[in-house]
Nanobody, 121 residues
Framework: QVQLVESGGGLVQAGGSLTLSCAASGRTFSTYTMAWFRQAPGKEREIVARIRWSAPNTYYADAVKGRFTITRDNAKNTIDLQMNSLKPEDTAIYYC??????????????WGQGTHVTVSS
């Protein structure tokens, strides 16, 4: 059983930066795959980035490659998402998720409450 809590969302101007953090707690979860998803109004929830607790292997959606960086800190039990060169289309609710390896929400069994990111033009 893993509990996830996101933080760091807010309002930022286009071209700016923001870092989201996901704090994980509960039983051992070193074998989990961790991911950031986002969902904009009227759109499907989509994967943004993915990482594993025990390996640095990462995946990024094409829309964020070169701009976003996902990192892990095993000592702090956190997964961060550094977002640079933000665009208005990045505006969404961002969710931290844990589960099996996958690219779609169905592969993930634990979710945070979400944190809002709004990028103004």
């Amino acid at each position: 059983q893993v509990q996830l809590v996101e933080s760091g969302g807010g309002l930022v101007q286009a071209g700016g930066s923001l870092t989201l953090s996901c704090a994980a707690s509960g039983r051992t979860f070193s074998t989990y795959t961790m991911a950031w998803f986002r969902q904009a109004p009227g759109k499907e929830r989509e994967i943004v980035a993915r990482i594993r607790w025990s390996a640095p292997n990462t995946y990024y959606a094409d829309a964020v490659k070169g701009r976003f960086t996902i990192t892990r800190d095993n000592a702090k039990n956190t997964i961060d998402l550094q977002m640079n060169s933000l665009k208005p289309e990045d505006t969404a609710i961002y969710y931290c998720a844990a589960g099996d390896s996958g690219f779609y929400p169905q592969a993930y069994t634990r979710w945070g409450q979400g944190t809002h990111v709004t990028v103004s033009s």
